[in-house]
T-cell receptor, first 112, second 115 residues
């Protein structure tokens, strides 16, 4: 089955800095890569996703890049704000299974 | 739409007790799943369902049962609770097959403590 590795487990930045979270996956058939944000006491919520026919996708201050050859994808947050502080999860799923496999999460802390 | 709802929000059980965690969605989603979240372990899939009457095991199914008699509801049963089942449980649903989005919508979670 799919295996998703996520790094780092904790990331601390100053407000205004950029943050990058990286994930690798094992199943070359995976073609859908979502990112979820989980605020304290809440369920995860989708913030951005990318499909295998696209190399990069951007939505305001967040962007995701995908390298299918190397089987890794990354989340980039620019101009971080304190409200970006949360746990972020990457995930991967293939066309044969629409239940994604999640990484272990990254706790992002943005210091004012 | 209420989205995905879960009850209860908090529960304390004694070892050996049984209980059912409730999950419902009003988005007519075909796919529903249960995850448990433990510190440093991310979200691990317990059971999932691709439609009413169809269920399958995920990564950590032992000690849990599910059924899916309707599209809307997907309860998770703990047969004989153990301290190792202390966790936060999330229910999620998604539309299902491509080309529709397969975004997962999560409920608010149930925090379970087994003494």
């Amino acid at each position: 089955g799919e295996n998703v590795e996520q790094h780092p487990s904790t990331l601390s930045v100053q407000e205004g800095d950029s943050a990058v979270i990286k994930c690798t996956y094992s199943d070359s058939a995976s073609n859908y890569f979502p990112w979820y944000k989980q605020e304290l006491g809440k369920g995860p919520q989708l913030i951005i996703d990318i499909r295998s026919n696209v190399g990069e996708k951007k939505d305001q201050r967040i962007a995701v890049t995908l390298n299918k050859t190397a089987k890794h994808f990354s989340l980039h947050i620019t101009e971080t704000q304190p409200e970006d502080s949360a746990v972020y999860f990457c995930a991967a799923s293939s066309g044969g299974s629409y239940i994604p496999t999640f990484g272990r999460g990254t706790s992002l802390i943005v210091h004012p | 739409n209420a989205g995905v709802t879960q009850t209860p929000k908090f529960q304390v059980l004694k070892t050996g007790q049984s209980m059912t965690l409730q999950c419902a969605q009003d988005m007519n989603h075909e796919y529903m799943s249960w995850y448990r979240q433990d510190p440093g372990m991310g979200l691990r899939l317990i059971h999932y369902s691709v439609g009413a009457g169809i269920t399958d095991q995920g990564e950590v199914p032992n000690g849990y049962n599910v059924s899916r008699s309707t599209t809307e509801d997907f309860p998770l049963r703990l047969l004989s609770a153990a301290p190792s089942q202390t966790s936060v449980y999330f229910c999620a649903s998604s539309v299902g097959r491509l080309p529709s989005t397969d975004t997962q919508y999560f409920g608010p979670g149930t925090r379970l403590t087994v003494l």
